[in-house]
């Protein structure tokens, strides 16, 4: 059974930094998945961030682009997304993401994955 747990959120001031890992059990990055980050704000929907796949290629949401970074430790099973110069509006409800797949393409569209955590919460202050 494919788990996924988030981890690493909480408070920041703007211009800071943080980094949100996801444990994933069920399954090995050994294996061809697509793993995805994705966040909802307070009356908003849920938004794509950022996508890879375990066998490598990288996806970004241009709102992010060039200040996330979506990663992977195949030792550990985890994917993480670096977060650098955080502004107010990345306030939200952060999850990771995951779907077996065939390709080494990854969609960052919330509709692709069947496989979500729990979240976990960012807030960054003005």
């Known amino acids: 059974q494919v788990q996924l747990a988030e981890s690493g959120g909480g408070s920041v001031q703007a211009g800071g930094s943080l980094r949100l890992s996801c444990a994933a059990s069920?399954?090995?990055?050994?294996?061809?998945?697509?793993l995805g980050w994705f966040r909802q704000a307070l009356g908003k929907e849920r938004e794509g961030l950022a996508a890879k796949s375990t066998f490598g290629g990288t996806t970004y949401a241009d709102s992010v682009k060039g200040r996330f970074t979506i990663s992977q430790d195949n030792n550990r099973n985890t994917l993480y997304l670096q977060m650098n110069s955080l502004k107010p509006e990345d306030t939200a409800t952060y999850y990771c993401a995951a779907y077996r797949s065939a390709s080494y393409s990854c969609p960052v569209v919330v509709e692709a994955y069947n496989y979500w955590g729990q979240g976990t919460q960012v807030t960054v202050s003005s």
């Open positions: 069920g399954f090995t990055f050994g294996r061809l998945y697509c």
